[in-house]
């Protein structure tokens, strides 16, 4: 038995999935050669699931996108690219509001 951590992205909004694509540099183990090799989707918990897109597909659940990218980056010779953008990523508009609430003008 083993026990796997992993932090739980927060939910905010009501679909926080997004999309990606894995690119591969260099096929540094000569089994999936180069350029986009999987595709996949980061829910709305943080949980990632990738499709392998070889004759031989398969389809692997991630706790996280880092453990995806520790297991499969190759020191950075395989590229995560989303295609979509980061629904909990902060827009300057918003940190520009969060400054001003940590720092009001007296």
Same mark, same amino acid.
């Given at each position: +038995?083993? %026990?796997? @951590?992993?932090?739980?992205?927060?939910? /905010?909004?009501?679909? #926080? +999935?997004?999309?990606?694509?894995? $690119?591969? *540099?260099?096929?540094?183990?000569? *089994? @999936?050669?180069?350029? &986009? *090799?999987?595709?996949? *989707? =980061?829910?709305?918990?943080?949980?990632?699931? +990738?499709?392998? &897109? @070889?004759?031989?597909? @398969?389809? %692997?659940?991630?706790? #996280?996108?880092?453990?995806?990218?520790? &297991? /499969?980056?190759?020191?950075? $010779? %395989?590229?995560?690219?989303?295609?979509?953008?980061?629904?909990?990523?902060?827009?300057?508009? =918003?940190?520009?509001?969060?400054?001003? &609430?940590?720092?009001?003008? %007296?």
């Amino acid at each position: +038995m083993y %026990t796997v @951590s992993f932090t739980v992205r927060e939910r /905010h909004g009501e679909n #926080n +999935m997004r999309r990606f694509r894995v $690119k591969r *540099v260099e096929d540094e183990s000569g *089994v @999936s050669d180069t350029g &986009l *090799v999987a595709e996949g *989707v =980061e829910f709305d918990d943080g949980f990632v699931a +990738m499709r392998w &897109l @070889s004759n031989k597909a @398969s389809v %692997t659940i991630f706790a #996280n996108i880092k453990h995806l990218k520790d &297991l /499969h980056g190759h020191g950075g $010779k %395989t590229k995560v690219v989303w295609v979509d953008p980061d629904p909990l990523a902060h827009t300057e508009e =918003e940190e520009e509001t969060e400054k001003e &609430l940590d720092n009001p003008e %007296t």
